[in-house]
């Protein structure tokens, strides 16, 4: 099991950016894959980045592709989420997630997950 620490939420206005981190203890993140989630008030979490093992890949939402960036430091322990051009409907609580494997989109393949980070766009 691998223990996950989000941070780097906040307010922000539209079109701004924020990065999120996520920093983890327990295990080395070299054998995991990582991903972003989010659930926004009333809705479902919903996939928004993940990254393999190696870092040579990276999967979007389609909702964020364009904008988000996730990245990940191996020697580190870390994952980082660059969001730019942030827009009020990107309001939502963000949770880092691992698994053992591939990137899956599906919430229900992820054993492992960190208690949020809460980003707010508002005018």
């Known amino acids: 099991q691998v223990q996950l620490v989000e941070s780097g939420g906040g307010w922000v206005q539209p079109g701004d950016s924020l990065t999120l981190s996520c920093v983890a203890s327990g295990r080395a993140i070299s054998g995991y894959a990582i991903a972003w989630f989010r659930q926004a008030p009333g809705k479902e979490r919903e996939f928004a980045a993940g990254i393999a093992l190696s870092g040579l890949m990276s999967y979007y939402g389609d909702s964020v592709k364009g904008r988000f960036t996730i990245s990940r430091n191996n020697a580190e322990n870390l994952v980082t989420l660059q969001m730019t051009r942030l827009k009020p409907e990107d309001t939502a609580v963000y949770y880092c997630?691992?698994?053992?494997?591939?990137?899956?989109?599906?919430?229900?393949?992820?054993?492992?997950w960190g208690q949020g980070t809460q980003v707010t766009v508002i005018s």
């Open positions: 997630a691992a698994r053992a494997g591939f990137v899956r989109q599906n919430v229900t393949q992820y054993d492992d």
